[in-house]
């Protein structure tokens, strides 16, 4: 069984593109998040969400929008994609408090031509 | 800024040899470290932590080593195995007020 699961895996699309990334996990976690490893590997946190509700907003364009329907599924929605979009993107969870052993999701590759 | 730095991109090492991974902070405030371990076209999987209040941690072939004084942690595994060649990511938090910071990665190559 997949902890932590995200589709696509890959995504290949245009400039100005609108598309989604989905996330679920069944490990009964409250808090999610998504994270973004750019070209440099650096892994940096976007978002993260806790009982559907957001508690961290990184310094991310509004074009990014997290949705999470219920505490098991946190989405990730882009507008107008760019070219420095491209990144891998890593969805995770844990449970609230301290230490946050963050479990992830195998990455969505997104490329943006 | 980079809170969190781990200066050697990739290490290789022989099999059944020590590995040792470095990684070194700048922020005070960190009080929880833990490294991640990624293999190609997966997500990274928690590996092993350290509390600030102690001073090493051990799990089985994984021991985290913390200098606060310096700033530094390491990681070591013994014996290496080629099951170990991965991407390790060192974080660094202070106590949920902060997100996770990540290093760049090290790559570790374990050569049989």
């Known amino acids: 069984d997949t902890a932590v699961s995200q589709t696509p895996k890959y995504l290949v699309t245009q400039m100005g593109n609108d598309k989604s990334i989905k996330c679920e996990q069944n490990?009964?976690?409250?808090?999610m998040y998504w994270y973004k490893q750019d070209s440099k590997k650096f892994l940096k946190i976007m978002f993260s969400?806790?009982?559907?509700?957001?508690?961290i907003n990184e310094t991310v364009p509004n074009r990014f929008s997290p949705k999470s329907p219920d505490k098991a599924h946190l989405n990730l929605h882009i507008n107008s994609l760019e070219l420095g979009d491209s990144a891998v993107y890593f969805c995770?969870?844990?449970?609230?408090?301290?230490?946050?052993?963050?479990?992830f999701g195998p990455g969505t590759r997104l490329t943006v031509l | 800024d980079q809170q969190v730095k781990q200066n050697s991109p990739s290490l290789s090492v022989q099999e059944g040899r020590i590995s040792i991974l470095n990684c070194d902070y700048t922020?005070?405030?960190?009080?929880?470290f833990l490294w991640y371990k990624k293999y190609p076209a997966e997500g990274p999987t928690f590996l092993i932590s350290?509390?600030?209040?102690?001073d090493k941690n051990e799990d089985g072939r994984f021991t985290v080593f913390l200098n606060k004084s310096a700033k530094h942690l390491s990681l070591h595994i013994v014996p290496s195995q080629p099951g170990d060649s991965a991407v390790y990511f060192c974080?660094?938090?202070?106590?949920?007020?902060?997100?996770?910071?990540f290093g760049k990665g090290t790559r570790l190559s374990v050569i049989a």
């Open positions: 922020n005070s405030m960190f009080d929880y």
């Open positions: 974080a660094a938090e202070n106590s949920g007020n902060t997100p996770l910071v």
């Open positions: 490990l009964g976690h409250d808090t």
């Open positions: 350290i509390s600030s209040i102690k």
């Open positions: 995770a969870s844990s449970r609230r408090g301290t230490p946050q052993e963050q479990f």
């Open positions: 969400y806790n009982n559907k509700e957001l508690i």
